[in-house]
């Protein structure tokens, strides 16, 4: 059952494995809605979002508009006549008036087992507030924030050690897949939409760069799930005698000390204490520098046990 007058809209690389499942399927993709280009690396040049490339490549038209409450988008989706609007990580809200637009509604996959972890990041705060189980949802998009209805869910199991990084690779393509049963069963009319459960719900909002700094006086495993919630952005970091060090890798230890002090710096061990625990660090980076596995890191940087991270620049103590 395929042939739907489908627009996609999505933004960021998660999005690209339904984008080209929809194309797989012979639908009607009419077009592709992503974000302006922005500036990026120190360069600061345009790049076109990941989306944009994807759909370029097969010469789908791409709208980018700065706005998708602006009138003149608005009549543009309504000329094209779209059977369904197909969202996938877009990064702006949609207004009624485009909601209303396609007879099969605005579907939305979403990155979490909905109504948990509504909002923009939702598999970092998973893996950050130690979850061990998330999932995707699809849903028909009201006005606000992913609290339409609910069509299908499904679960996967995350493993205490895996990064946001390999989370986000394997929920992009179960989405994608969770995305086409899904139109399936709209087509066939099996999928009864269910209202969610607000007083289940939670909020992960959008990173910022001051959630990745270490607190040492926090137990070793709850440090070791913001280093793998937050590898790809911001990354955690803690300092050194002034200097930043960002932590990408970690596992957790039994050692116990201060928590912030070095208990071992050698033959490729590199371990501080914690409020209850001990995190061993496997890669780090400091600034301009290139990331190392700590046995290179040590070889380059020597650190005395009994030294301290700090969560500050200035080697003072701010924890509590």
């Known amino acids: 059952m395929t042939g739907w007058r489908v627009i996609f809209m999505g933004t960021p690389e998660f999005a690209c494995p339904t984008l080209q499942l929809i194309m797989d399927r012979g639908e009607q993709l009419l077009a592709v809605v992503t974000q302006p280009d922005r500036p990026k690396g120190r360069g600061q040049k345009l790049m076109p979002p990941p989306v944009k490339e994807l759909a370029l490549r097969h010469g789908i038209p791409v709208h980018q508009p700065l706005k998708v409450r602006d009138p003149a988008f608005i009549e543009s989706i309504l000329r094209l006549k779209p059977d369904v609007i197909v969202v996938v990580a877009f990064g702006q ?81 179960m989405g994608a897949e969770l995305l086409a049963e899904t139109l399936d069963g709209i087509k066939s009319a099996s999928i009864p939409p269910r209202e969610q459960d607000n007083a289940l719900s939670c909020y992960a909002p959008m990173l910022k760069k001051e959630d990745g700094l270490i607190v040492w006086s926090r137990d070793a495993r709850a440090i070791h799930n913001q280093v793998r919630g937050m590898s790809v952005w911001p990354g955690a970091y803690t300092f050194m005698d002034g200097q930043m060090l960002k932590i990408y890798r970690t596992r957790v230890g039994r050692g116990i000390g201060q928590p912030g002090t070095v208990l071992q710096a050698a033959k490729g061990t590199f371990e501080i204490a914690c409020l209850t625990g001990s995190l061993i660090i496997e890669e780090l980076q400091t600034a301009g520098k290139k990331r190392l596995d700590s046995a290179s890191f040590l070889a380059g940087y020597p650190i005395s046990e009994g030294s301290r991270l700090d969560s500050q620049t200035d080697g003072g103590d701010k924890q509590q």
């Open 93 to 173: 809200i949609l207004p009624k008036t485009l909601l209303e637009i396609p007879p099969h509604g605005c579907i939305n996959v979403h990155a979490s087992l909905l109504p948990r972890y509504r909002g923009a990041a939702p598999l970092n705060w998973c893996i950050i507030n130690g979850e061990s189980e998330t999932g995707v949802t699809t849903m028909l998009m009201d006005a606000g924030l992913d609290t339409g209805p609910m069509l299908l869910r499904r679960s996967t199991p995350i493993d205490e050690n895996e990064n946001i990084a390999a989370l986000h690779d394997r929920m992009s393509v």
